[in-house]
């Protein structure tokens, strides 16, 4: 199966599944193919103040049933050796008169985090995830919108299956 790829993207294979990885970028109605997205950015709403406007725009495969889109919002943060996560909510909305969902993920900024002492010199840059994970069906028509807070950013895989199967009753 051959598939375009942008230069954020990147392609590896993890226990038996093919998983391609990606960063959202801004919005743009110029990109991605224009007889999937044939309608751009129209049917979303701008970002509200203090929010940016992310968009996917997935590359049409074979089997797009057998794929599915993972993403997660978060920040690049320079944090210890405990885990760390960002506060967030993720609230699923429908463009009105289109019926194209949008995601909007609502945080405070706040980081929850384990306290534990830490060896010194352990700090590092790294992403921090916020709300946790979506999980969506693939579909390279229509772009997957998600509005964040300014200063976050959107991660993103495809999962797609090498193996599949149908258990059987013992």
Request: net charge positive.
């Amino acid at each position: 199966m051959m598939m375009k790829l942008s230069k954020t993207t990147v392609l590896a294979w993890l226990g038996g599944s093919c998983l391609i990885m990606g960063l959202a970028q801004a919005a743009s109605p110029t990109r991605g193919n224009p007889e999937s997205y044939q309608y751009g950015m129209k049917p979303y709403p701008a970002a509200p103040s203090g929010y940016t406007r992310l968009s996917i725009h997935l590359p049409k495969l074979a089997d797009e049933d057998a794929a599915v889109l993972r993403f997660r919002a978060g920040k690049s943060m320079t944090v210890d050796c405990n885990q760390q996560h960002l506060d967030g909510r993720w609230q699923q909305q429908t463009a009105q008169g289109w019926g194209f969902d949008y995601y909007t993920l609502s945080s405070s900024g706040q980081v929850v985090s384990t306290r534990m002492a830490c060896p010194p010199d352990s700090s590092r840059q790294a992403f921090v995830p916020a709300g946790g994970a979506q999980d969506l069906r693939y579909n390279s028509r229509v772009p997957v919108v998600v509005y964040v807070p300014t200063g976050y950013q959107v991660h993103y895989s495809v999962l797609m299956p090498k193996y599949q199967g149908v258990a059987a009753p013992e």
